[in-house]
């Protein structure tokens, strides 16, 4: 029984509706609390929040020091008028046109929404103003996806990250006729390279997976609640890949010439990197990463301008990549009147 207080002589609908009371009243509250206010135990708890959410309240929880809380995802008409600076709206106006790779998403629609509602709110000469500014900065995407056909998934995805619930995906992986099923709690979303990918526990593999989202044949939504584990961050769950691919990490060592070593510098491209500058103006770049393919990848873009010194067996992989390029174009000179080889 809940400390401090005597039980209480009332039906579950009237707990029920104390525990609405109280959730609503604090920003966030723990079952302890909940316990102790109403005169029941914790697992009596446990099912007034199941049947609280079952009713269409959509209750989230989050971890504070070790404990616990939860509180209602409703609220929104309660926040006070937000007031923003023309600094303010500049920076949201540049933010917005950045956001070319949510074309046809809902994410999109969203973002037209917001600004719907602060033109109207703004003198007309100020909105056109903003919105003259939304165009100063253009993205280039290359290689840019087409999420549009997507935007179905994403409504689906997106419930299931408000309010904490598990979905099933229909998932095509490379090289695969046949989707596959996965019973996954997403826990993010994640932006790399002009890609979209879901992040989140998949239960069958008892493990965390990321999902691109053009491979997401279907999401089915489920009723079923998970909670986040306290202290997960998605940098802490890729902090030794290179990119997205969680793979054994290695000692990586390349040596950029003399010619690029200023691009290479002035940016990071992973947490663990190490630079050493030569004497003769080349740079060698060590970090600790997973991720093979991502790696070679990025190291081939570079050309003759990056050796990869370690690790060894990469290097070989390297080098045979390399080589069958190299063959490919030695080959079409040596015989000029053959005919390029036709397209797939």
Do not use: C
């Not at 390297?318 to 490919?328: G, K």
């Amino acid at each position: 029984m809940g400390k401090g207080r005597p039980a209480k002589k009332y039906s579950q609908a009237a707990r029920l509706h104390d525990v609405i009371r109280l959730i609503e009243a604090r920003h966030g509250i723990s079952a302890a609390e909940l316990a102790e206010e109403t005169g029941v135990n914790r697992r009596t708890i446990q099912r007034d929040l199941i049947a609280i959410e079952e009713a269409g309240y959509p209750i989230v929880s989050e971890w504070q020091d070790g404990v616990k809380f939860y509180r209602f995802l409703t609220g929104f008409k309660n926040v006070p008028p937000i007031s923003f600076s023309l600094q303010e709206l500049m920076t949201l106006s540049l933010l917005r046109s950045q956001l070319d790779l949510l074309s046809g998403t809902p994410f999109m629609e969203d973002m037209q929404s917001i600004f719907g509602k602060v033109n109207s709110v703004l003198p007309p000469r100020l909105a056109a103003h903003m919105e003259r500014i939304a165009q100063v900065a253009h993205p280039l995407l290359q290689g840019k996806r087409d999420y549009s056909k997507s935007a179905e998934q994403l409504k689906l995805i997106r419930h299931a990250l408000l309010y904490q619930q598990s979905v099933t995906l229909s998932y095509r992986s490379p090289g695969r006729d046949e989707p596959a099923s996965y019973h996954v709690d997403p826990y993010t979303l994640l932006f790399q390279k002009g890609g979209i990918y879901l992040h989140g526990f998949a239960r069958e593999r008892q493990a965390l997976r990321t999902f691109a989202l053009e491979r997401i044949v279907s999401v089915a939504a489920g009723t079923e609640r998970f909670d986040i584990p306290e202290g997960f961050h998605p940098t802490h769950a890729l902090e030794e890949a290179f990119g997205l691919v969680a793979e054994p990490p290695m000692e990586v060592a390349i040596r950029f010439s003399a010619g690029i070593a200023h691009a290479i510098a002035d940016r990071t491209w992973h947490a663990s990197q190490r630079i050493e500058r030569g004497e003769d103006g080349t740079l060698l770049l060590r970090f600790r990463a997973g991720g093979k393919m991502e790696i070679l990848a990025w190291l081939l873009s570079y050309g003759p301008h990056a050796e990869l010194l370690a690790p060894a067996e990469l290097r070989e992989e390297l080098a045979r990549i390399a080589a069958e390029t190299a063959r490919m174009y030695v080959e079409a000179e040596s015989h000029p009147s053959l005919p390029p080889a036709p397209l797939p």
